[in-house]
């Protein structure tokens, strides 16, 4: 068996740049075999201009030439039924040439298929929605279910419910994580000790409307008014951006740069990974009041480089913190996450180094379910809700 991944375009300022990495390395440990398949990038910019999570004209440019390139393999014989074929995001412009010739092919050129879904139409906070264009993405989303031998990933399990009422007819797993690679996160930068470091809180998300820019902001308030003369009062709350800040809420951006003329507020902008990850590896805790992050590369990175995480305990989150109540707060009470941040910033979780650890196997989860391994988390059956209270680790 032979895997043909179909990866994402590199971002500076997004988990994409180090994503094949990850995904090679893993591929290598467990002895697989594998295709990378190419694709062309737009411009060499890594930048999102267009859109907020991939740069759309560059998304769509990359995902057609790499479809092209597939399209040539298949053409050529090169990928059989014994192979699969695994596609970092569901949403590939050009998907419709898979049906088209799958359909059209001898059984022995049909290939497994893996679609792993990051949000989608099915999930409310989606972008689609913001945009409008939630109504042909779940038609599009339709069509990929008929696609011959496809399966799709999900990355837990709320998400897979969200795919079953939305009735989707492929067979789906609960992957449980996000690809992540351990090891080449810690390598980029030295880690400082718990006590050494700066008495700083980072919101690493986006600050799009769907993470709640607004909440992060509300409980700086509620801080400052807690603490005024004590040196919990000197805490430094952070916004960290891989380009400059921006949201798909104007009004965000203008209460942040208010608060920031205020000191209230620090803005890192236009940060490399590695200049991100320097001022992880000396804060103390990551906060995150996201309604849609379906687990979050930026739990992992925090968790790997030492520091502490604070986040609601909603949808997808009690499943990737094994339901560790200490590290998630009541969702959207700021009472309750201010009284669980005092804590995190005086004293190191015992529970630090789990998170990661977990999301370090994701991407040895879903060689499992493409070998035939990895049944245990299919999620097609009536009781597919009966793991969702369960400690994945």
């Avoid at 989860?365 to 059956?381: L, N, V």
Wanted: aromatic share 12%; charged share 25%; proline share 5%.
């Amino acid at each position: 068996m032979k895997i043909f991944y179909m990866g994402l375009e590199p971002y500076e300022g997004r988990y994409t740049l180090q994503l094949q990495d990850w995904t090679e390395r893993a591929y290598k440990k467990a002895g697989v075999e594998y295709v990378v398949v190419p694709g062309t990038t737009i411009d060499d910019s890594k930048a999102i201009v267009t859109g907020q999570v991939l740069d759309a004209h560059g998304r769509s440019y990359f995902g057609m030439s790499q479809l092209m390139n597939l399209v040539q393999m298949m053409k050529a014989g090169e990928i059989t039924k014994d192979d699969a074929i695994f596609f970092e995001d569901m949403f590939q412009p050009g998907m419709e040439s898979l049906p088209y010739i799958l359909q059209q092919s001898p059984e022995e050129y049909r290939p497994k298929i893996y679609l792993r879904c990051l949000a989608q139409a099915i999930d409310p906070d989606d972008f689609v929605h913001v945009w409008g264009m939630a109504k042909w993405m779940s038609l599009y989303e339709q069509m990929c279910n008929e696609i011959p031998n496809v399966n799709i990933l999900a990355t837990n399990e709320e998400m897979v419910a969200h795919m079953r009422i939305a009735n989707w007819t492929a067979p789906i797993y609960n992957i449980s994580g996000l690809s992540f690679g351990k090891e080449e996160v810690q390598s980029r930068v030295a880690q400082k000790p718990f006590a050494e470091r700066k008495m700083r809180v980072v919101f690493g998300a986006r600050w799009d409307q769907e993470k709640q820019p607004g909440f992060f902001m509300d409980m700086i308030k509620r801080w400052k008014l807690e603490f005024p003369t004590s040196n919990l009062e000197e805490v430094e709350f952070a916004i960290c951006c891989g380009g400059p800040l921006r949201s798909n809420n104007q009004v965000y951006v203008d209460q942040a740069r208010q608060m920031e003329k205020e000191g209230t507020l620090k803005i890192y902008e236009n940060l490399k990974k590695d200049e991100y990850y320097e001022i992880l590896a000396d804060s103390r805790v990551l906060f995150n009041c996201a309604l849609q992050d379906w687990v979050s590369n930026t739990v992992s990175e925090a968790d790997s480089l030492g520091t502490n995480v604070l986040f609601p305990a909603y949808r997808s989150f009690p499943e990737t913190f094994a339901n560790d109540e200490t590290r998630m707060y009541v969702p959207w009470s700021g009472r309750d996450a201010t009284e669980k941040l005092k804590k995190l910033l005086i004293t190191p979780s015992p529970s630090m180094g789990q998170v990661s650890d977990w999301t370090d196997g994701t991407i040895d989860r879903m060689i499992d379910i493409m070998t035939g391994k990895g049944e245990q988390w299919r999620r097609d059956g009536r009781h597919y809700r009966t793991p969702v209270s369960e400690s994945k680790y």
